[in-house]
RNA sequence: GGCGGCGUAGCUCAGCUGGUUAGAGCGGCGGUCUCAUAAUCCGCAGGUCUCCGGUUCGAGUCCGGACGCCGCUACCA
């Protein structure tokens, strides 16, 4: 079955902050969730790159549009890669496939008849050559160029007919409950929509770099109704049309709380004039805001405030997973989070230092220590004493359930205090440290537990952080029962049968490197 | 202004349709073990649940009001 997963595409006008990765890693973890659940994953992201402000930062960078917007493409992909996320395509609304889709679609709606020809007025600033919206203006005027009058200029624009699908909008989000996601978000959208929908204009005049209307090839197509398209045009729309129907309607449209109105209200309604069917789930995120260390105080991240967190950095600075742990972790996807060096570092060192890593180094230590890794028999060896009081079964249908919602912070605290915990606390009760010391063959059986804990943890943990799930699955030869990519939440109640259970993780001088080495807080 | 949400232990937050001593994680404090990344494990933390008033046998949990904070209020990915 297939499942059809976007993400917004970005403005590629600067380089990718944490907010923006955000979005990525909740939509990546949600993939690879599905994939785990057999279900036969498409996974999009891509760049917005037909825009006004694309096209201005090219000029003042002295570079023509396209190679500038093909190199933020691959910048933005390096962070992509680096953060583990597994997007299957990246479309850049520059390319061929989005050019040809976009005309069709357009041509679609126009077809239908709500597409019409009127007056569009709007404010223009001399001083910054460009059309102004209300919100951008302090006191009625360029917050630029406060001292030169605004122009009002008037050109002749294409418009939707948005207005005219209030009522088939209503009903869709009334049949369809689960559409917007999550319910607050719902709630806005319902009373935006109540209030009346006005028709929005779709074409601007006088551009060269954009995609020109077909049926007016003077105008070029403006901005949302040329970005939304990328979710149907990069999987064949207008160029694949076999292969358009056996991907769409996307599953889920991941995307920022502050556009939930475009993909809620203007998208539905652009599909239904073109006869396509709707998305099943839009589900708007939170943001991301920047908190002070010294002062306490939280803001939202930017550039102008100095204070945006580059992904880059903390991957380097730490580890991809550290990343994506904190991220999923420490902040509701439905709702907002904060970000700060130190919370980065305290969640890092008890989740993933001290709980996680340090699972694996004492598990690995003994057992290569008391049995030379070699755990030989374990298949006879009953492996479900160290979860005894866990009702695993039941833990996972419930982690189903956070994973199909988003809830991937209550998800993660739940892994934590019922699977971690329980092994950790396993060794602290059966103390195979001093059991070696009169019964090998007990201790033999108390690790064989831990290496089943381990292996359950590799599953649990595999959307989250992927390489370190990786790392735990490899750490033992499980890999002879079922190989680590067609692991999934379904095997973890289903023990592989393996007699020779061996370590086989990499050790240095017989023991294994530390995961997760610890982060140093205080200075001094 | 209109609509909606929030204000619970030092920090981040749970608390469904009202009901025994208000919970968790982190931090902090005390203890324990030594396999492990001075990690683990055990125990402690007594917070006017923003304030005022009301409904009720009984209210973080419902109603009204006050104060504070936030979101949406259309063409900004």
Redesign the pocket.
Known sequence: MRFYIT???????SRPHIG?AFEKIGADVQARFRRMEGLDVHFLMGN?EN????SQRAEELGVEPKPYVDDMARQFQEVWKALEVSNDDFIQTSEQRHYIGCQKFIQAVYDAGDIEKKA?Q?LYCDGCEE?K????LVDGRCPNHPNRALREVEEENY?FR??SF?DRLLAHYDANPDFIQPE??R???V???K????????SRKGFTWGIPVPFDPDQTI???F???L?YVTAIGYGTDQERFESIWPADIHV?????????C???PAMLMSAGLPLPKRVFGHG?VYR?DEST?E?A?MSKSLGNAVEPMDLIRSFSAEAFRYYFMS?C?FG????FSFE?FA??Y??????????????????AV?YFDGDLAGASAIDATAWRAGLDLSALVDELRSLMNTFQY??AI?RI??EV??A???Y???T????LVKTDVEATRAVLVNLAEAIRVISILIKPFLPSTAETFYSAFSFAEGAAWETVSYSDILKRPDIADLKVTAPLISG????????IETKAG
Do not use: C
């Not at 023991?511 to 610890?518: D, I, M, N, S, Y």
């Open positions: 993400t917004a595409i970005d403005y590629p006008n923006t917005d825009t006004i402000k694309v569009y709007s059309f919206t209300a919100k951008e418009f948005l207005s209030a607050s978000r709630n806005e959208i009373s935006l929509v209030s009346g929908l006005q028709d929005v204009s779709i403006y901005v949302w040329d970005a939304l990328n995307i920022g709380k502050d556009i939930t109105r475009f993909h209200a203007l998208w943001f908190k306490g939280i939202k420490q509701p709702g907002d989070g904060e919370r305290d969640a060192n008890s989740g993933l230092a001290n709980n996680l890593g340090n699972l694996y180094s004492r598990t690995l230590s003994m220590r912070n209550v605290q934590w205090a971690l915990d092994a950790n606390r060794i602290q009760v103390e195979p440290f001093k023991k294994p490197a530390p995961l997760f080495p610890k």
